[in-house]
Nanobody, 121 residues
Framework: QVQLVESGGGLVQPGGSLRLSCAAS????????MGWYRQAPGNQRELVAS???????QYVDSVKGRFTISRDNAKNTVYLQMNNLTPEDTAVYYC???????????????WGQGTQVTVFS
């Protein structure tokens, strides 16, 4: 069974840091792009950052210079280092992976269960 398991969310004060991790497992053939999305109450889910298998990255403007996405292809794991957090970063963060599993002919999008990040004064 394919799984994306996230960890690292929590409570932090403004200016603080958190590091999210997401490990993919379960019959994976190959992983293409991995990314982090977030959804705050009343808002649509938005792409925060993504990284290709080769390491090319992109970020939403609001996190540029504060967040860093990285991945360990050997571990099928993606990370999101979040620095200088603000209350506007409060949301549920979801891991996403575009990958092909062993029982499929084509790649598909898979999601983690989400992890809460709360930035409060």
């Amino acid at each position: 069974q394919v799984q994306l398991v996230e960890s690292g969310g929590g409570l932090v004060q403004p200016g603080g840091s958190l590091r999210l991790s997401c490990a993919a497992s379960g019959g994976i053939a190959n992983i293409n792009t991995m990314g982090w999305y977030r959804q705050a109450p009343g808002n649509q889910r938005e792409l925060v950052a993504s990284i290709t298998f080769g390491g090319s990255t992109q970020y939403v403007d609001s996190v540029k210079g504060r967040f860093t996405i990285s991945r360990d292809n050997a571990k099928n794991t993606v990370y999101l280092q979040m620095n200088n957090l603000t209350p506007e970063d409060t949301a549920v963060y979801y891991c996403n992976a575009n990958m092909r599993i062993l029982t499929a002919l084509r790649a598909g999008n898979y999601w983690g269960q989400g992890t809460q990040v709360t930035v409060f004064s």
